[in-house]
Each structure stands twice: as structure tokens, then as C-alpha cells.
């Protein structure tokens, strides 16, 4: 995970309501969505609500900056793009939760790698109730079952404020992640909440997720859901 802006000390936020609000948006191609997360950064005024996206996209690896194509072994019919977050080459695809936390870090006064925490430690969190051990790792960002990972963390932080996020595989077909060597690391084993017993779908992993994620990154709790 890298950012490409340094994070400066934060801005009065007195007036500011600290609750994000939360947005179901369902299943949405990536690139329009992609594009949707940068219009929000470069235009959003230093008093605007944070927001939190929760969705799913179609088939599609992504491409951080920085990342080596040969990473891509054999992609087939799905689509490859190159985006502008950190980090190597992931897949998304139905069953994934993707979690986009459009923040302005500056003003919460953290750094880029508190916010990866929380986003690892909101995971950690949710999965310990169905008695399921995960951690982080710092030399790669994520959050691992038994060294199988779980989720993916990549970010880009732009005038202070960061985009992408988050991908957690709920109940997904996993051949994909077969295709490449995951987050640019050869022989990565990818793993799934189903595949670990547990039955849940997209939106509800979404809807006990938040709550979590807005406690490792002490928000107020009553952020409501568009």
C-alpha cells in the first residue's frame, strides 16, 4: 500500500459533523465508480461529511501505480485496468465486499497507516465473532487467515483526503485470484468467509462491518446509511 501525498497536520473540524455517512451502492462497474471517488476528492470543500461506499463490482483486475504487469499471468475475458491507488494487482468480482472510505485524513489528524490499521483491525474485529483468528500483516497490508488472505487494503490519498480502500471476500468464486499472483506476491493463497463456514452475503457483511470500522477509527457511532 502507498500513498502518493503526505499527510499535513490537520485542520479545524469544530463545525464539521465527524459522523461519515454510509452508502450502499450495490453491485457497479469499476471504472465509472473509480472515476465517481475522484470528482468526490477534487471537489469536496474542507467542511464537507466524510462517506464510507459499501459495494460490490463486477469481474476486473485492478492495477496499483507502481505495478508489475507480470503479475498478470493469464487473465482471460476479464477486464484488466490500471488505477491510481497503491499496491500490485488484485481482482474484485460478486461475493466481495469493497469498502471505500472517502476521508479527509487531514482533518481526522491520522496518517495513512492508521487507517490501514482500522480497516485491519475492523475485519479482525468483525470475523472474531464467528470465532475466526485473522491479523495483519505490515509488510503487506491485509488481513490473513492461517497466511491465506482474507482482505486487501490499497489506497491513494489526494489533497488530503483518501480514496480506495478495502476488498473482503465474502462468498466468491476465488479461480480468479488464480490467474495472478495476488498483490504481487507468487503463490498467495486467497480465502474466502464461505470457504471458512461462514454463510453471509454482501450487504449484510456490509451492515455489521460498519459499525466496527467506525469504532477502530473512533467516529460516532450513529452514522446513518444512505
Known amino acids: 500500500m502507498n500513498a502518493s501525498e503526505s499527510i499535513s497536520s490537520p485542520h479545524p473540524s469544530s463545525v464539521v459533523d465527524r459522523s461519515p455517512v454510509l452508502k450502499w451502492l450495490g453491485r457497479v462497474d469499476y471504472e465509472p465508480t473509480w472515476r465517481a471517488m475522484q470528482t468526490l476528492t477534487d471537489t469536496r470543500g474542507s467542511e464537507a461529511r466524510d462517506e464510507i461506499w459499501f459495494l ?19 487473465p482471460g475475458d476479464i477486464p484488466v485496468v490500471q488505477i491510481d491507488r497503491g499496491g500490485q494487482v488484485t ?10 472510505p472517502l ?3 487531514r ?3 491520522i496518517g495513512v497507516r492508521q487507517l490501514v490499521i482500522a480497516l485491519e483491525n475492523a475485519v479482525i474485529a468483525l470475523v472474531a465473532e464467528w470465532d475466526i483468528v485473522a491479523k495483519g500483516k505490515r ?8 497466511d491465506r488472505k482474507l482482505a486487501s487494503i490499497g489506497l491513494r490519498i489526494r489533497r488530503g483526503c483518501s480514496y480506495h480502500g478495502l ?17 504481487g506476491f507468487r503463490g498467495l493463497e486467497v480465502v474466502d468467509l464461505r470457504t ?31
Open 56 to 74: 460490490e463490482h463486477p469481474p476486473v483486475f485492478t492495477l496499483g501505480m507502481n505495478a508489475a504487469r507480470e503479475h498478470v499471468l493469464a
Open 107 to 109: 482533518r481526522l489528524g
Open 167 to 183: 476488498a473482503f471476500n465474502i462468498a466468491m468464486d476465488l479461480e480468479p485470484f488464480r490467474r495472478i499472483n495476488p498483490c
Open 103 to 105: 476521508f479527509d485524513v
Open 91 to 100: 481482482y474484485h468480482g460478486p461475493g466481495q465486499l469493497v469498502v471505500y
Open 196 to 226: 471458512l463456514g461462514v454463510e453471509a452475503d454482501v450487504q449484510s457483511v456490509a451492515q455489521r462491518l460498519a459499525p466496527h470500522l467506525l469504532n477502530a477509527l473512533e467516529l460516532p457511532s450513529e452514522a446513518s446509511w444512505e
Open 139 to 146: 509488510e503487506a497490508p491485509g488481513i490473513y487467515v492461517d
